[in-house]
């Protein structure tokens, strides 16, 4: 299978090609060139264990994988999640299921791709011999999970950007007490969308990023992509075959990469019930599905964190969906969008996706009435899917991070903060981080004098 970019101006690539680049040589996101249809593949996948169904899934997509390459990478991935069936479901009442993806190293749903591009890299760097330069930004959970996966990979070097003071406190501990010798978190004094603007402007140097061997852990990459529809899959094949094609999937996302994700198996034959878009206060995914208008605003620092972000990079991949892979206007849409900070669709109808917001104020109330009614502890993130969620309506809602991330959500309105030993053990660690500026210039030179120092 080839991939192509949604930009129509690289050639196509194989999807180990795609894997080492992670962002296409025109600035486009790469896609399959066409789809597999796994209708066929459903009842005899049904009682598949995790591992097995990624396995499966994945020979679709890695053909120029050898299987046995493959099924070590896949199992090695999942061998580290606490919980057996990696994914549970969990019965709130008779309509709404929650998907736990918080059960991997880093507790966030993240682990699930970033666990497996690790062990990709690594298949990589064996069958090249060329080490890799990993860039990427973070909003919180990203560079945890990508640490995670990568520290300690020989051939590896691991830069991840995140905003400074706007993680976390624990998300900030996961990346930077590791105290791997090959991973440098980067604090940068900006927005998230600023650490991707010059991700993305780095990727752009054609020199720079050859002469590094530079590889994107972000959701650009579309193996992490790719990774994250396997939980979708796995979820609809524990409904009850009645239910599967009227159950609706309501995802917490500032990046738009989780539920596209999703999204994907409508084009692999696979009868999805819908997807709704869960954002925080930062809301132009909401504000798109609501009016057509995609509009830059300035992001206001929020409880749910890894969701401020104002530029959803996923979004040019739906974005070529939409325009019938019309690769002209796609790359017309997103220049307007970067010099003008908007474009206005005169329709941005997509049946299968509905949209709601949830500000600051409401998301306490939402986790403690979650709580009183179900026995039940969500992460800020997660409770953005609760809201106005029809009680009627059958729901799988994707708790996408442990509660336990986040404490102070939870002490500052009065509740019981959650815990979890893997977090707790990083307190007593002392943090390494590095701030830099963030434009590209700075953001390069720190690079290039780690890896020189690498070598030498």
């Not at 991935?77 to 918080?102: G, M």
């Not at 930077?176 to 603007?197: H, K, L, M, R």
């Not at 039940?376 to 009627?392: E, G, I, M, Q, R």
Request: aromatic residues 12%; hydrophobic residues 40%.
């Amino acid at each position: 299978m080839r991939y192509l970019s949604t930009r129509g101006e690289a050639q196509p690539v194989s999807f180990t090609e795609a894997v080492a680049k992670g962002l296409a040589p025109d600035g486009g996101l790469y896609l399959p060139e066409e789809f597999p249809d796994l209708s066929p593949y459903i009842e005899s996948w049904s009682n598949l264990s995790y591992s097995e169904l990624c396995f499966e899934f994945f020979k679709h997509f890695a053909t120029d994988l050898d299987d046995d390459d493959l099924k070590q990478a896949v199992d090695s991935a999942y061998s580290s999640f606490s919980h057996a069936d990696i994914a549970p479901l969990v019965r709130l009442n008779d309509h709404w299921q929650v998907l736990e993806l918080f059960h991997g190293p880093t507790l966030a749903f993240k682990d699930f791709a970033l666990q497996f591009l690790g062990n990709l890299y690594e298949l990589q760097i064996k069958r090249t011999g060329q080490k890799l330069c990993i860039l990427g930004a973070t909003s919180g959970d990203t560079g945890a999970a990508a640490i995670s996966g990568l520290l300690g990979k020989s051939g590896l070097e691991v830069f991840i950007l995140y905003p400074n003071g706007k993680v976390s406190p624990l998300q900030e501990r996961q990346m930077t007490c590791t105290g791997a010798s090959n991973v440098y978190p980067i604090a940068i004094e900006g927005t998230f969308d600023d650490a991707q603007n010059t991700v993305k402007e780095l990727f752009g140097d054609a020199e720079f990023s050859m002469e590094v061997g530079l590889s994107a852990v972000n959701s650009i990459n579309l193996a992490r992509i790719l990774a994250q529809s396997v939980y979708y899959l796995y979820a609809w094949l524990k409904l009850e075959k009645s239910k599967r094609e009227i159950t609706e999937f309501v995802v917490p996302t500032g990046n738009f990469g989780n539920v596209f994700a999703g999204w994907l198996l409508t084009k692999m034959g696979i009868p999805m019930g819908g997807f709704r878009v869960a954002t925080n206060q930062n809301d132009v995914l909401h504000r798109l599905f609501a009016s057509g208008q995609y509009e830059l605003a300035s992001v206001s620092p929020s409880l749910a964190p890894s969701m401020d972000i104002q530029i959803a990079s996923n979004f040019e991949r739906l974005l070529f969906y939409f325009l019938d892979g019309n690769t002209e206007r796609v790359c017309e849409v997103m220049q307007s969008f970067r010099e003008k900070g908007k474009y206005a669709f005169e329709q941005f109808d997509i049946p299968e996706f509905s949209s709601t917001s949830s500000t600051d104020e409401e998301i306490p109330q939402i986790i403690q009435k979650v709580c009183q009614e179900y026995s039940y502890v969500v992460d800020p993130h997660t409770a953005c899917a609760f809201k106005d969620l029809d009680k009627n309506k059958h729901s799988v809602i994707l708790a996408t991070a442990h509660p336990a991330k986040f404490p102070d959500v939870f002490s500052d309105s009065g509740m019981e903060r959650p815990t979890s030993p893997v977090l707790e053990s990083l307190l007593d660690q002392q943090p390494v981080k590095h701030e830099v500026g963030v434009d590209a210039t700075s953001i390069k030179a720190f690079i290039q004098n780690k890896l020189s120092q690498a070598i030498g």
